[in-house]
């Protein structure tokens, strides 16, 4: 049974940083190792949108726009985690944020498994 788990949401000031975690349990990455892992957010009233991506074979990242030079994906094979460190935060990255697994860059319908995601409240 796959299963992702995210971790370190909370509130934040607008400027700070938060670092989220995905910790996947009852597979190894190398299980998708021709795949990403992806961070989507869904904030109140709007669709899901992919918020960065990293290829686990090669460890190559991609960010949507709206977060470049802003947020860093990473991930650590030993302990099958995925890190999105969250920099420089602003109220419009207030957001449900979920991990994703297997599936291709920000495109949610191909992923298969995901995790129940961890709120990002960003004030002023």
């Known amino acids: 049974q796959v299963q992702l788990v995210e971790s370190g949401g909370g509130s934040v000031q607008s400027g700070g940083s938060l670092r989220l975690s995905c910790a996947a349990s009852?597979?190894?990455?190398?299980?998708?190792?021709?795949?990403?892992i992806t961070w989507f957010r869904q904030a109140s009233g709007k669709e899901r949108e992919g918020v960065a991506a990293?290829?686990?074979?090669?460890?190559?990242?991609v960010y949507a726009d709206p977060v470049k030079g802003r947020f860093t994906i990473s991930r650590d094979n030993a302990k099958n985690t995925v890190y999105l460190q969250m920099s420089n935060v602003k109220l419009e990255d207030t957001a449900m944020y979920y991990c994703?697994?297997?599936?291709?860059?920000?495109?949610?319908?191909?992923?298969?498994?995901w995790g129940q995601g961890t709120q990002v409240t960003v004030s002023s």
């Open positions: 009852g597979y190894t990455f190398s299980n998708f190792n021709h795949n990403w």
């Open positions: 990293i290829y686990i074979a090669s460890g190559t990242d």
């Open positions: 994703a697994a297997g599936g291709i860059m920000f495109r949610p319908s191909t992923y298969k498994y």
